[in-house]
């Protein structure tokens, strides 16, 4: 969900035209859930437990449907020591995505917390009945098992964990502990909950991948590089380049292209958003944050508007639009009016909106 627009959003007095339309953007950026998630997922790989609730809560209340930030919603609040607001939160997550095996681990957390270690077992083997390899729904439902004096399921278990992860040395520990229950006799008592361990939660993305070597020959790259040579004060230029190296998974580069689009226009509300999301996948947290924040405190950029070509000449017809990208002989490259001076006035904003589509349009051609 992208944070559509809404009449309720558009209801305050009019003081100005120009005025009432960036309130109006703002709201509407406001409105994005994956703005708020994402900027939950920094403040709580920060620690920062009640700043990211009320973030994911942000998120869930305009997208009810946003599994994911009901997920780690019931993490934070997990983290808050609310385990019983963190059971309802899972359940959620999961009543909306019944393969959610993360889901399913982090209810199975939550309800040993509570000592409902039955249920617990449950929703372990659950996760790994969807994933059958996941060691962590394995090694936590052989701790649970363990708290309930059933030993031998408790091994069973451990050793599914170290077929998968022989270097897992809290397993071995646990499971010589567990044989050596097996070999009492008679039974002890209820032994007390064993030693905690350190229990994945899945906060999502949660790994950071090693910098790729730059493909120098990938095509939509290519295109960007093209352009931004061209045009090397042309802010939109530089966060395209971005987004193509983002895909790439080269996020330190990533981020060089969208400093350069933010020197360029301080107010690019997509290239502070992208700007977050690399520094975001390379763990710089604390960063990531600022540049959400500075996202949300900025308009996002108008809807693409496609206008009637205004001259026969120009050969573009708006049903290319419609078709599939197809390989085509390289064309002449049309050289793109020369990029506009950023301006707040309709004027300006309109002459942008037509030069992006020129651009995308010339970029799809040769892409």
Not at 129 to 134: A, D
Not at 225 to 250: H, N, T
Request: aromatic residues 8%; charged residues 25%.
């Amino acid at each position: 969900m992208t944070g559509q627009e809404s009449p309720e959003n558009l209801n305050s007095p009019l003081n100005s035209g120009d005025q009432n339309e960036e309130e109006g953007l703002i709201v509407i950026q406001m409105n994005n859930p994956k703005a708020w998630y994402d900027r939950a997922g920094s403040l709580y790989k920060l620690g920062l437990y009640e700043e990211a609730l009320e973030s994911y809560e942000k998120a869930v209340a305009i997208d009810e449907n946003y599994a994911d930030a009901w997920n780690n919603r019931g993490m934070t609040l997990k983290c808050l020591g609310r385990h019983e607001e963190a059971v309802t939160s899972y359940e959620q997550a999961i009543a909306l995505k019944a393969d959610y095996y993360q889901g399913w681990n982090n209810l199975g957390n939550a309800l040993v917390e509570l000592e409902r270690y039955e249920q617990a077992v449950a929703s372990y083997q659950r996760a790994i009945l969807i994933s059958p390899e996941y060691c962590q729904g394995w090694h936590n439902q052989g701790e649970a098992l363990a708290v309930l004096e059933r030993y031998e399921e408790a091994v069973a278990c451990y050793d599914r964990v170290l077929a998968l992860k022989p270097t897992w040395r809290e397993t071995k520990r646990l499971r010589r502990t567990a044989m050596e229950k097996l070999q009492e006799m008679p039974p002890s008592p209820k032994p007390p909950a064993p030693e905690e361990t350190p229990v994945e939660e899945n906060i999502v993305p949660e790994s950071v991948p090693t910098p790729p070597v730059i493909p120098l020959d990938h095509p939509k790259l290519a295109a960007c590089d093209r352009l931004v040579e061209r045009y090397p004060d042309d802010a939109e230029a530089w966060v395209d380049r971005g987004s193509a190296l983002a895909e790439l998974g080269c996020y330190e580069e990533a981020v060089t292209s969208y400093d350069r689009a933010i020197s360029l226009d301080p107010e690019n509300w997509q290239g502070w958003k992208a700007r977050g999301m690399a520094l975001k996948q390379l763990g710089q947290q604390s960063e990531a944050l600022r540049s959400y924040e500075r996202a949300l405190e900025l308009p996002p950029a108008p809807p693409t508007i496609i206008p009637e070509p205004a001259d026969a000449s120009m050969g573009v017809s708006t049903d290319i639009l419609n078709e599939s990208p197809v390989e085509a002989p390289s064309p002449e490259i049309v050289p793109t009016p020369t990029p506009v001076r950023r301006s707040s006035s309709p004027l300006g904003r309109g002459i942008r909106w037509i030069r992006r589509w020129i651009v995308r349009l010339w970029r799809r051609w040769i892409g």
